[in-house]
């Protein structure tokens, strides 16, 4: 990269007009292929934003009482096991009673809004974890003004309903919002900034689309596009760094769609496994549970595909930073060292967070004793099997896409600064010396420092003393 720049006095070096005219040819062809992009995605959400009309949906919510019936706070005091009162109810839901006689669970529970208190009855299902403890906040059925409560003999006046966890949940979330902070700073706060931005496309848009029967291949696709667009460039700002993530990034969610569209209908995945899906699918006759599936499948390698098409394109950056004079072919060869490492990992990630996710399924299948074979493609399992299998191979594949975008368009635009006071080019500061040497296996030829320290010419650079390389000039540009 020599002859593309001209040099200073002090060792620096200045960027040539063939220089800057590439930096900027590069740039030019991303934004001519991004913006169109970008305006197109946003032109099909416009036009498939939701109507907000949920008038033919019906749907009974759980939480809803019946008149004279409210939903109260409080902390337990104190828990006793009492025998039970004819009537209470035996399970969460209040379809079945008990007869008398019975031991049951109750939490004297002081209400939040004061006065003495209450004795609520456990569900027993709750009460067989035992996490009920004093001092837990719970919410509670109060029946005592409810119609017809006092024709009730021996009904249960207060019912457990719920735990509450806001305060936990609310501590989780400040300590995860300072670790980030902490560590990645401006850069890790912004990121939860777009995780914000991000949860609202999926929200008012993606959610209520599928609701109301949009495509949900395309809905995934500009849903899924906005928000990597949003987050990517939010994060980490405008750069062709950023840019070339985003094209690898949207490379891998086409990938994705085409294999999850393919893999629904080839493998018949329309729900019947789930009881939420049921319940959706009764709903309303434009909701389509193979739809929300293939949505689904999408949607959930966004992060991951994400993380490795950013981490991709920034090691290119940094190896081409730290040795400018590497050849294209060895500047691929040695990020592609680094993409395999994160392939194995990643693809690790998925399959256990999916396993995670599914753990109660997975311990009920294995007590059903089945086959293996049998019980992966159970249309309790094949949902997640195929989410694992979809997700990797578009992250796989986004890998080395990304990389070769990388690595033309750094090779494009160039890098600035880096020169030797004698018109050579610097071995970097960061490049141990053993590296700069040629001692350790294949390092020339992972981020092409001339070996020994040598400049282009054969002869030793001037700024490598004691062993250890310095540098000069302007700190690189990182594109």
Known sequence: MGAGHSHTHDGTSEPTAQAIAARRRANRILAVILIPLTLLTLAAMAMMWPSGDRESITLASPYSAAPGVTFDTGTIQRVVTEP????????????????????????????DVGGSPVKVVINPDVARTGEVNAGDSIRYLNLTTAQGASGAQGA?????????????????????????????????????????????????????????????????LVGSTVIMVGVLYFAHGFSARTSTALLGTMFG??????????????????????????????????????????????????????????????????????APGTSARKLFTAAMRIGRDHIASTVYTIAFAYAGAA??????????????????????????????????????????????????????TGIRGAQLSDGGPATPALVPAALAAGSLPGGPAVVGVPAQGADQRGQAGPDVAGGQPTRRGRRADRG
């Open 253 to 322: 969610l086409a990938i994705t769609a085409l294999l999850a569209a393919w893999a629904t209908d080839a493998a018949n995945l329309v729900g019947t496994g789930s009881e939420n899906a049921v319940t959706l699918g009764n709903m309303s006759s434009n909701i389509s549970i193979s739809g929300i599936i293939l949505c689904g499948l999408i949607i959930s390698g966004l992060g991951v595909l994400n993380d490795v098409t950013i981490t991709q394109s920034s090691a290119v950056w940094e190896l081409y930073e730290l």
């Open 84 to 111: 039970c009162t004819q009537g209470t109810p035996a399970t969460t839901d209040g379809t079945a009673e008990r007869p008398s006689g019975t031991e049951c669970m109750f939490a004297y529970t002081e209400p």
């Open 156 to 220: 249960p006046s207060y019912i457990f309903v719920d735990f509450i966890r806001t305060l936990p949940i609310a501590l989780l979330a400040v300590l995860y919002a300072v670790v980030v902070i902490a560590v990645a700073r401006w850069r890790g706060f912004r990121a939860l900034i777009g995780l914000v931005g991000a949860y609202f496309v999926l929200v008012s848009f993606m959610l209520p689309g599928l609701v109301e029967g949009k495509p949900p291949l395309l809905l995934a």
């Open 359 to 412: 753990l109660p399924t997975l311990i009920i299948v294995m007590l059903y004793d089945r086959p293996l074979g049998e019980a992966l493609t159970s249309s309790e399992l094949s949902e997640e099997v195929i989410r694992t299998l979809v997700g990797s191979v578009g992250l796989v594949l986004a890998i080395p896409v990304t990389t070769l975008i990388a690595v033309l368009v750094v090779k494009a």
